[in-house]
């Protein structure tokens, strides 16, 4: 998993509250799990005037020019700015695949649906709370070009205006993101207590080691 210390980068402003994870990532796609290759299938039925099926090749679908992604002043980001309750609805695992695949490191709302938010600090994406006031600001703020720096050790976010918002965060996350790591890196770095035990547990049981 990658780690996320700072970044600065351009925002895509999705002004929709309630946005759930069916229309992050359509039902149709969910029979992979191999975590790559669903960026082009991110919000699917808002980006294109077609239907989506699995191994579709996107590059040649019919494009709704007047969704946020596919207009030009926004390509290339990696900041999703929107409003409340996002990735609300089934707890698909793969609606952070496909965010982190198509590019997105962070998110900034007013509240995400909890499994959603719990799924995006396993798969490298920090997700944001900030009042909807402040949300409301940026989203008045926000024009070609706007970009936001985000240091997550300092837990600040900087507009370019200059203005510092400060956002929460659990340690425990911050230390998962900050060092890129997933729920097996952080087993594996008690590897050396897990073989001693399973060491010991030989010696004990090993009836339970038996070819």
């Not at 780690?3 to 992050?24: E, G, H, K, M, W």
């Not at 926004?74 to 929107?82: F, K, V, W």
């Not at 997550?152 to 060092?179: C, M, W, Y």
């Amino acid at each position: 998993m990658r780690a996320f210390t700072t970044l600065t980068a351009l925002v895509a402003p999705l002004d929709r509250a309630n946005v759930d994870t069916d229309a992050i990532i359509p039902k149709q796609f969910l029979k992979s799990i191999r975590r790559a290759g669903f960026g082009p299938y991110l919000f699917d039925e808002w980006r294109y005037l077609d239907h989506g099926e699995p191994e579709m090749d996107c590059s040649n679908r019919p494009l709704n020019k007047d969704f946020v992604l596919n207009q030009p002043q926004y390509q290339g980001a990696e900041i999703l700015l929107t409003r409340e309750n996002f990735g609300c609805g089934s707890s698909r695992e793969h609606a952070p695949w496909a965010l982190e695949d198509y590019g997105f490191r962070a998110i900034i709302a007013p509240s995400f649906a909890d499994i959603f938010y719990n799924n995006c600090f396993k798969n490298g994406i920090l997700p944001i709370v900030l009042d909807a006031k402040v949300v409301d600001s940026l989203f008045q703020e926000v024009k070609d070009g706007y970009r936001l720096t985000i240091d997550l050790e300092k837990q600040t976010i900087t507009t370019p205006a200059g203005r510092v918002i400060s956002f929460e965060i659990d340690e425990s996350r911050k230390h998962r993101l900050v060092n890129g790591l997933d729920d097996i890196a952080l087993t594996l770095q008690h590897a050396d207590e897990i073989k001693a035990y399973e060491s010991e547990r030989a010696k004990r049981a090993p009836w339970l080691f038996a070819d």
